[in-house]
């Protein structure tokens, strides 16, 4: 059992969504496992389900991470570990493969022996399409399926993410010196015809912050021309509201603000500041929560909601308590959150969706944390033997 002298087994829940073969976590009656759960999927979240057990979440650094303790309590057998998309837009195609791997019991009926799954976190591969199995392994009763929410279940999804907590109250960094409120979306390109030119009325996929579509550097980085003060990379006038308040959640914006601004556009901000930034999600197009992602720091989620923010009503619903510290936070589809931390990591960051397609697509923006007083509050000098960005 698990206890202080004695650590949980560590675990990497491996789960192919390709291919034939399927994973074999091995585990044994009694003892309590630490499962550590990647997403390492480009454009997907996903619903995590383990049959016949618990899983108790311990940590969760990402959208994409989470650690979950689970104790082998159930009786000897094999049991399905699944996992499948969470898709919050209405009407767009996505992949239903539910991906599984097989949480095992040594010596279980249909399993494998304890001699053939030495260690305590080694893991098999038994083939689900050839029925090939390894030493050891024995013919037995089929694993047992778990109960995944359908696809669409945001109640769900929202339940989940707002029962996270801190384990004991937190110091919440504040006043607040800088706040930037932003919307998160898609949008639409005009285009002429052609291979890359696939939406509605000659138009191509886009997303935006506060309107403006990022667009990456291809000469030279961010960081690279911030520490050398290189002009005509970017700017430093992101701005900090939406340039036009609408209804942001409506089905029903105007096509005048679906095509936003291309342009690389940052955001400064002084080192030490207590820095909020509201996520506000908007229908354009079509209203998808959006993995929210900054780099090079963690914050404390305050709040989430659905609809549009608004701090005369929504400050009142703030965790100031035990907020969850995290680098992640699922902004909800149709809906809002609001995060806060201290900037004392200088340097320039990327804020962006953690959806590839969202991301490409320019659902970013970046921080220009300035440096601090002393030598420790400054940004690093890059390395010498940083790879040089081709010329195009």
Known sequence: MFSPLAPP?????IIPVSGAETSIIPVVAGETSLLRVINAAMNAELFVSLAGHKMTVVAADAMYTTDVLVTAHA???RYYLAARAYVSAQGVTFDNTTATAIF????APGGCSAAALKGPAGLSRASSGNHHHPPGHNKGPAPMLPKLPAYNDTNTATVFSDSIRSPAPVKIPHPVTQEVFTTIGFGLFSCRPGPF???PNNTRFGASMNNISFQLPNTISLLQAHYHHLPGVFTLDFPPRPPLVFNFTSTKIPRALWEPERATKLYRVKYGDVVQIVFQDTGIFVAEEHPMHI??????VLATGFGNYDPRRD??????VDPPSRNTIGVPVGGWAVVRFVADNPGVWLV???IDAHLT???????VVEDGKTELEATMPPPYDLPVCPHH
């Open 9 to 13: 087994t560590i675990m990497f829940a």
């Open 75 to 77: 009786a000897p057998g």
């Open 104 to 107: 095992q019991y040594k010596n």
């Open 197 to 199: 030119c696939q939406g």
């Open 295 to 300: 780099h090079g720091y963690h914050f404390y």
């Open 315 to 320: 400050e009142a619903k703030f965790n100031l």
């Open 352 to 354: 962006h969706c953690h």
């Open 361 to 367: 697509g320019g659902l970013a923006m970046a921080l």
